[in-house]
Nanobody, 120 residues
């Protein structure tokens, strides 16, 4: 079994910062890309940032220059440092990891989500 667990959400004022963390554990041979998505009420889930196994990154235009994604391969973790937060960043943030088990095929595993609320 594989688990993906996020932490670090909460309530912050506009202009503030938060750091989200995500850890994958269990029956893991390797992890390919890892990413953060978010979903605001009434809106579709959208990609926030992603990072490959060689640490190549990609960001949504709306967060470029404000958010930074990083990973520690040894610990199977990915983090999202969020700065200059805006009320429109309010959403449930989800971590997803493309995981290869010791035997079998690579598939995406999602966390349960963590709430980020930015007050104006």
């Amino acid at each position: 079994q594989v688990q993906v667990v996020e932490s670090g959400g909460g309530l912050v004022q506009a202009g503030g910062s938060l750091r989200l963390s995500c850890t994958a554990s269990g029956n893991i041979f390797s992890i390919q890309s890892m990413a953060w998505y978010r979903q605001a009420p009434g809106r579709q889930r959208e990609l926030v940032a992603s990072i490959t196994g060689t640490s190549s990154t990609n960001y949504a235009d709306s967060v470029k220059g404000r958010f930074s994604i990083s990973r520690e391969n040894v610990k199977n973790t990915v983090a999202l440092q969020m700065s200059s937060l805006k009320p429109e960043d309010t959403a449930v943030y989800y971590c997803v990891a493309e995981i290869e088990p010791p035997t079998g095929f690579i598939r995406a595993y999602w966390g349960q989500g963590t709430q980020v609320t930015v007050s104006s």
